[in-house]
């Protein structure tokens, strides 16, 4: 399997995974035939590439640190919550059940596949953002969390505040949250209320106040220079550090209107990039040895003029990975690997960067 940017997607191509829409539910199956209308739509829809199967990389596997099942039937209960919620304003003992019940399928997941490293690829829709990003930043907290080693009964609550992170947001106007154009000053300061807001009415739900303390914690920065109260380094909850880089993260990843999604690399550059100042410098180190530059399934090109798909990620090397090489130049040659990390012939060889198609 490998993953080919959307201008490169070619009419007979098989998706390799299948493909999320709007509410949490299917738009296309695995092993789907893509067809030329289908490419014009999912540029529409916004995403940014697809997961292929095809003779060049059917010996890639690409895992997931949750199971594609679990993810969209998490998406679907957030957003019927966040929904529910700004229709009564009330959080139902049944939909607490549903959202705990669903993080400890996430934590179970994700402490079995605890060596996985984060691939910030993302499929999502953009008209269901707001569910997608609370989903995964939910998944990549947890992920971080299971890195330092926190309890069981911490990670849940850590997953917990990082999907409901921006609850708070029920109660703004949507006319502020949607503007397309920058906000008053104004405005800026009625969002900034989000966080207290979901505190509030979290608590008022019996939710773990650790969990309630992260949301409303989760815009402070390490500096001291977020919001709403102002607070630095530890002063601030270890959840909330850590939603902090989760949040961040995932919105980078994402095509907005108003910039496009960064590229792994770009966003491994911007988390060292803050390092002590938005973000805890402990978290950073943890966290970049998690995140993948370049993912499984990724086409990159090497400084030797080579060009593959990387087979597989280390954690303490993660930016010599293993590379199933099949072109010399424009030249397709007979595939081979090199271990960036091992293969001693190779240690004079880099990735130059990403390659659009090959």
């Known amino acids: 399997m490998r993953f080919v940017p959307i201008n490169c997607i070619q009419e007979g191509m098989i998706l390799g995974k299948g493909l999320p829409g709007v509410s949490g539910l299917m738009l296309l199956n695995k092993g789907a035939v893509i067809q030329s209308s289908y490419v014009c739509k999912l ?3 916004g995403y940014v590439g697809l997961y292929i199967e095809d003779d060049l990389s059917n ?9 594609q099942n679990v993810r969209l039937k998490t998406i679907r209960t957030i957003k019927n ?9 009330e959080l139902t003992e049944d939909s607490v059940d549903r959202i705990q019940n669903l993080m400890n399928d996430i934590v179970d997941s994700i402490l079995v596949n605890r060596d996985a490293m984060i691939n910030l690829i993302d499929l999502k829709v953009f008209d269901d953002y707001t569910y997608y990003h609370s989903v995964n930043v939910g998944v990549l ?3 971080l969390g299971v ?9 849940y609550k850590l997953g917990l505040a990082a999907v409901l992170h921006d609850i708070g947001k029920v109660f703004i106007s949507k006319n502020i949250l949607n503007k397309p154009g920058k906000l008053t000053y104004e405005e800026f300061d009625i969002v900034k209320t989000h966080p207290q807001k979901g505190f509030e009415y979290l608590k008022k739900a019996n939710l773990p106040l650790s969990s309630c303390k992260a949301v409303l914690q989760h815009h402070e920065r390490f500096n001291g220079q977020g919001y709403p109260m102002g ?3 530890e002063k601030i909850s270890l959840f909330s550090r850590i939603i902090t880089i989760a949040d961040v993260c995932d919105a980078l990843a994402s095509n907005r209107p108003y910039r496009k999604a960064l590229t792994p690399t770009e966003i491994v550059e911007y988390v060292m990039s803050e390092y002590g100042s938005l973000f805890d410098p402990a978290l950073v180190d943890v966290f970049i040895k998690r995140i993948a530059p370049y993912p499984v399934g990724t086409c990159v090109l090497l400084s030797n003029g080579m060009a593959g798909i990387v087979a597989e990620n280390y954690p303490d090397s993660c930016l010599r990975p293993k590379v199933k090489i099949i072109k010399h130049g424009m030249k397709d040659i007979e595939p081979f690997f090199i271990d960036m990390k091992t293969d001693t012939k190779s240690y004079n060889i880099t990735i130059t960067g990403l390659a659009e198609a090959i």
């Open 81 to 89: 919550t966040l929904i529910a919620v700004q229709k009564d304003k």
């Open 147 to 155: 890195a330092l080693n926190l309890s069981r009964e911490k990670l």
């Open 43 to 45: 540029k529409e829809l």
């Open 59 to 67: 010996d890639i596997e690409v895992i997931d640190v949750i199971s």
């Open 141 to 143: 907290a947890i992920t």
């Open 231 to 233: 607070a630095e380094g």
